[in-house]
Nanobody, 115 residues
C-alpha cells in the first residue's frame, strides 16, 4: 500500500504564490516519476507537471514559467511552487506517483486564487 499526503493549499490573491508538498510512504517499488494534476470545478483532471526519477521535468503550457516542480528523493517528496497565480489556476491539485507496480494519487489540495 502506498500513501500520498499533500499539504500547502489555500487561498491567495492574484499574483501570489503557494507551495504544495506531497510526501509518499509505504510499499513503494522503484519510483518512475512523481507529478501534479489539477481539476477545476466541472472540468476534467489535467496534467500540470512531472519529474522523473532521473530528474527530467516537463510542464503544461498553461503553467510553464510560473510553476516549478522539484523533489527530495531521500524523503520521497515532490513539491510544486506556484507563482504569479491567476484566477484560472483555481482547482484541486492532486499529486501522483508512478512506480513499477502502479499509479497512486494524493487526496487533493484546494488552491483558490481570488481576483
Amino acid at each position: 500500500q502506498v500513501q500520498l499526503v499533500e499539504s500547502g493549499g489555500g487561498l491567495v490573491q492574484t499574483g501570489g504564490s503557494l507551495r504544495l508538498s506531497c510526501a509518499a510512504s509505504g510499499s513503494i517499488v522503484s519510483i518512475n516519476a512523481m507529478g501534479w494534476f489539477r481539476q477545476a470545478p466541472g472540468k476534467e483532471r489535467l496534467w500540470v507537471a512531472h519529474i522523473t526519477s532521473d530528474g527530467r521535468i516537463a510542464y503544461a503550457d498553461a503553467v510553464k514559467g510560473r510553476f516549478t516542480i522539484s523533489r527530495d528523493g531521500a524523503k520521497n517528496t515532490v513539491y510544486l511552487q506556484l507563482s504569479s497565480l491567476k484566477p484560472e489556476d483555481t482547482a484541486v491539485y492532486y499529486c501522483k506517483l508512478q512506480d513499477r507496480i502502479g499509479n497512486y494519487w494524493g487526496q487533493g489540495s484546494q488552491v483558490t486564487v481570488s481576483s
